[in-house]
C-alpha cells in the first residue's frame, strides 16, 4: 500500500538540500539580529513533534552556543495570564502549520515585552509567521500525512543552520551540507524491516531510550509509534529511566534504544547489560561498532554522522519502523484515529 507518509519520509534529503540551499541566506541574517539582540536566554513554544524539535534546540543551543533554552508553558499565557518575563529572551515559535493559537499567544506577548521572535513554519501566511519579527520557512512544501516527518526533520535541520550561523563556523555547515547525502544513505539501509516489524508487531507497549541529542530523538520515535500503530511507546533517558522505570523491564517489555556514536553512549554498555539480565528484547539505532555487536535486531545509521547532527539522521529508520507497524496492522499511517493536521489548542 503506498502512502504519503512513506512519500514524505523519502522526500526528506531533497527537502533539507532545499532547505539548505534556500534558507541558509534568511537564517544568517536572523543570527546577526540575535547577535546584536544579545539574549541572556532562550524559550522555545510548540506542541507535538515540533515540542520534540525544541527538545533537540536546547542541546543544539547549550552545546555550541551555550544558551540556556526553555519549553514554554503555554497555558501560563492562555489559561492563567502569567506569561514570565521575557524581554531578555530570543523567544522561538516552532509549528508546522502555524495556527495553534497557544504557541502564537507566546509568540505575541513575547513580542509586546520587547523580546526577539522568531518562527519556524511550513506557512510564512500563518498568525505565527505574521506574529513575529523574523519568520523563517522550512521550504518542506505541502506534508498530507497527518503525523510529521519531512516538516519535523526541516525543523531540525532549520535548528542547526541557526545554530552554525550563531557560531559563524563553517566547518559545522561543511558537516550541515552531508546531511541529505546521510538520510539517503539511510534510506538505502533500512529497505528490509521484516525483522524488526515480526519482534514488535505483538507489542502493545514499549520503551524508547536515548540520550543528550537523541533524547529528543526517543520522543519523537514513541510520538509516531503512538500516532500510527497505536502502541504504547513511552520515552525516557537512559539517565531518567535509571530513577524508577527501570523496575518495568522484563523479557515482555520491548526496548528500542537509540544509540549513535558520540559522547551519549557513555554508560550505555551499562544500560545492555541490564536489558540483557533482565530479557527484555532490544531494537537498536545505531552506528556504534559497540552496540551493534551486542544487539543483534538493528536498524543501521550511516557511519560518520556528527553527534550534534545524528537526531536528523537517526529518526528517519524510526519513521519507517513506524509506517511499516502500522500497515502490517492493517492501519492506515496517513490518517490516524482521531487526529487532524491542523490541531488548535488554547
Do not use: C
Amino acid at each position: 500500500m503506498a502512502t504519503h507518509f512513506d512519500a514524505e519520509i523519502r522526500e526528506q534529503p531533497q527537502v533539507l538540500a532545499r532547505l539548505l540551499r534556500e534558507g541558509r541566506a534568511a537564517i544568517e541574517a536572523v543570527a546577526q539580529e540575535i547577535r546584536r539582540f544579545s539574549p541572556e536566554w532562550a524559550m522555545i513554544a510548540a506542541r507535538g513533534s515540533s515540542d520534540n524539535a525544541a527538545r533537540y534546540a536546547q542541546y543544539l543551543f547549550g552545546a555550541h552556543n551555550r544558551l540556556g533554552v526553555a519549553l514554554a508553558l503555554p497555558s501560563l499565557f492562555t489559561l492563567y495570564d502569567s506569561a514570565p518575563r521575557l524581554s531578555r529572551a530570543l523567544t522561538i515559535g516552532i509549528s508546522q502549520s502555524g495556527q495553534s493559537p497557544d504557541v502564537v499567544s507566546v509568540l505575541q506577548e513575547a513580542r509586546a515585552q520587547g523580546a526577539l521572535t522568531l518562527a519556524l513554519s511550513n506557512d510564512l501566511e500563518s498568525p505565527l509567521a505574521r506574529a513575529v519579527q523574523y519568520p523563517l520557512s522550512l521550504y518542506a512544501g505541502p506534508e498530507r500525512a497527518v503525523a510529521a516527518t519531512k516538516t519535523y526533520t526541516a525543523q531540525l535541520f532549520a535548528l542547526a543552520m541557526l545554530s552554525a550561523a550563531l557560531e559563524s563556523n563553517a566547518e559545522r555547515w561543511a558537516e550541515l551540507a552531508q546531511v541529505p547525502e546521510w538520510l539517503d544513505a539511510v534510506l538505502a539501509r533500512n529497505t528490509d524491516l521484516g525483522d524488526a516489524v515480526s519482534a514488535l508487531r505483538d507489542a502493545r507497549q514499549l520503551l524508547v531510550l536515548g540520550r543528550g541529542f537523541n533524547y529528543a530523538t526517543a520522543f519523537e520515535l514513541a510520538l509516531k509509534l503512538k500516532e500510527t500503530s497505536y502502541v504504547l511507546a513511552e520515552p525516557y533517558s537512559v539517565a531518567d529511566l535509571l530513577h524508577g522505570p527501570v523496575a518495568l523491564i522484563d523479557s515482555t517489555l520491548p526496548v528500542i534504544l537509540i544509540a549513535p556514536s558520540g559522547r551519549s553512549l557513555v554508560d550505555v554498555a551499562d544500560l545492555l547489560s541490564l536489558l540483557e539480565a533482565r530479557g527484555a528484547p532490544i531494537l537498536a539505532l545505531s552506528n556504534a561498532k559497540e552496540v551493534l555487536a551486542r544487539v543483534p535486531l538493528q536498524l543501521e545509521l550511516p557511519a560518520g554522522v556528527p553527534e550534534w547532527l545524528s537526531p536528523i539522521v537517526s529518526v528517519v529508520p524510526g519513521q519507517l519502523l513506524a509506517g511499516a507497524l502500522a500497515l502490517q496492522a492493517g492501519r492506515d499511517p496517513d490518517r490516524p484515529r482521531g487526529l487532524a493536521k491542523v490541531t488548535l489548542t488554547r
